[in-house]
């Protein structure tokens, strides 16, 4: 009997599918006036992509499961990292032509990074591996960072600041500059990261 929805279900793509979830969670508590708590669920959606990949590899998948895993993990992306950013500079009030155009240029460089790495995905020889252009998932880093320093609880937002991230990181994501690839101490790394931001975040809810 054939499956009753469309799709592959495992344990990699249960991960990419909280990413999203935890994106939407974002967009929420950003529009309910808490970008603490957006900031924080933008951060946890990013380590969910981190360790999608990272169970993917440990894990045995039929080659249907690995190209719907790719697929979805772009979507994912796309979603997560190019779309919310864009949606909580918008609510801290970047809304004038050239903000705007700072966020339509991120957005647009956020979809070509991820169609070329669907067709290229990494690069290098032997062990050593690395990416072509910023992955979009590196926001989920940056900005949680860049909005500490740009914010602060009651003043407002340092806007300049902001779009100049969105500039910068757009280009970042489709310049040909090699990165390299994060394994090992970088997945320890990452998560006391964001356990240290979250701390930081959870004191402005």
Request: with cysteine.
């Amino acid at each position: 009997m054939g499956r009753i929805f469309l799709g592959q279900l495992d344990p990699a793509t249960c991960l990419t599918l909280t990413s999203i979830t935890l994106s939407v969670l974002a967009v929420v508590f950003t529009t309910r006036g808490s970008l603490a708590a957006g900031v924080i669920c933008f951060m946890y959606a990013g380590l969910c992509d981190l360790f999608d990949g990272l169970v993917a590899r440990r894990s045995t998948r039929t080659m249907e499961q690995q190209a719907f895993g790719l697929q979805i993990d772009s979507i994912a992306d796309m979603a997560a990292f190019g779309v919310v950013p864009a949606f909580i500079a918008l609510h801290l009030g970047l809304n004038s032509p050239a903000e705007i155009a700072a966020l339509i240029f991120y957005v647009c460089c956020a979809a070509m990074r991820l169609a070329f790495f669907n067709v290229h995905g990494t690069a290098g020889d032997g062990k050593k591996r690395f990416y072509i252009g910023v992955p979009v998932t590196y926001s989920a880093l940056f900005l949680p960072i860049l909005l500490l320093f740009a914010t602060t609880p009651g003043e407002p937002p340092l806007l300049g600041l902001v779009q100049a991230y969105f500039w910068v990181l757009g280009a970042l994501f489709v310049l040909r500059i090699q990165v390299p690839k994060p394994g090992g101490i970088f997945y320890v790394i990452f998560p006391l990261v964001a356990v240290v931001l979250t701390v930081i975040w959870g004191l402005r809810l």
